[in-house]
């Protein structure tokens, strides 16, 4: 501080021989250059504070927002069988843009046709991006059905046959793989959606693995339902990270584990967050709200998830 205070005396004082000696111009230019200096040297210092508090300190711009949030129509599948059109005009408002149908009593779509229920969504500003259907006498139907409706993705639902074997998930995989070359020519991509049992392990394997190690990773996708991964002790991060790429679709859903129920987000032991920050991970590019039980109504809990999400920095 001192050799500041003398660097300015000396300054001063060289500026008032100069006037004295009739040198304004000179003066001037001093003046000038000092003021530079000095303003220069506060500049540098001020950058400095910045750039160390963008260094240390939480980057708050880096924080993602939800967007684009998917419902999965089995979430509402009381209400759509009801009304269907009238269903999905409450989705709309409530904010949803992506939709996955499954198949009911009323057929693949709740009672519409494909090109209807395509039509109904555009018109809302929504789209058909995935149905839930079997493998069974009907999946050439099923696949043009879905090809009318507008869909990318057309997912099994469950295994094509049953046996906690690994003959039988070797089987299944088999299906799939054709199943899949059926959709690939439809423009289609095919997934399995998995539930609690594929997680079971038979002679030191896990069965779903089967299905994943036996498969082609470029034709036969995963709509991984990360409520049932998590309830059987099972990570999704390391799924995530030994199969990268398989995991275009998700099943998001919070989940009541000691009860083996789904829940309104906030509500269960699931960590929504982290996995949403996982999302570049397993090539994840929609993900569906999927509630199956609630605690009033089916589209009070799904515009409680949507403003949970909405409301949600990850």
């Known amino acids: 501080m001192r050799i500041r205070i003398r660097r300015a005396e000396h300054f001063v004082s060289g500026i008032f021989v ?9 003066c001037g230019r001093l003046i000038q250059s000092y003021i530079f200096m000095q303003t220069r040297r506060a500049f540098l210092k001020t950058s400095g504070c910045l750039a160390a508090s963008a260094l240390f300190a939480p980057n708050l711009a880096e924080a993602a927002k939800v967007k684009n949030v998917g419902i999965q129509l089995y979430t509402v599948r009381k209400e759509m069988l009801d009304d269907a059109a009238g269903t999905l005009k409450q989705l709309a408002k409530i904010g949803y843009k992506e939709l996955e149908s499954a198949r009911s009593a009323k057929g693949n779509f709740y009672g519409l046709q494909p090109k209807e229920i395509k039509k109904i969504a555009n018109d809302l500003g929504m ?4 149905g839930h259907v079997h493998i069974d006498t009907d999946w050439q139907r099923s696949i043009d059905m879905a090809a009318e409706a507008g869909q990318t993705y057309l997912v099994c639902s469950s295994l094509p046959s049953e046996g906690q074997t690994v003959a039988n998930y070797q089987r299944c995989a088999d299906t799939f793989s054709k199943a899949a070359e059926a959709c690939k020519k439809a423009n289609l991509v095919f997934g399995y959606h998995n539930h609690e049992y594929e997680f079971d392990k038979v002679d030191g394997k896990v069965l779903y693995d089967i299905l994943l190690d036996r498969t082609d990773a470029d034709l036969v996708k995963m709509e991984m339902d990360l409520g049932w991964v998590i309830v059987t002790g099972n990570d999704p991060l390391a799924y995530f990270k030994k199969y990268p790429g398989r995991f275009p679709l998700w099943h998001l859903k919070d989940m009541d584990k000691a009860k083996k129920e789904s829940t309104e987000f906030g509500k269960g032991q699931i960590n929504v967050k982290q996995m949403l920050q996982n999302m570049d991970k397993s090539g994840v590019k929609y993900f569906f709200v999927e509630q199956e039980e609630y605690p009033k109504t089916a589209l009070e809990s799904a515009k409680y998830d949507y ?3 909405a409301r949600l920095d990850y």
Do not use: A
């Open 307 to 309: 403003d949970y999400l």
């Open 127 to 130: 789209t058909v991006r995935s």
């Open 18 to 26: 100069l006037f004295s000696l009739g040198s304004n111009i000179l």
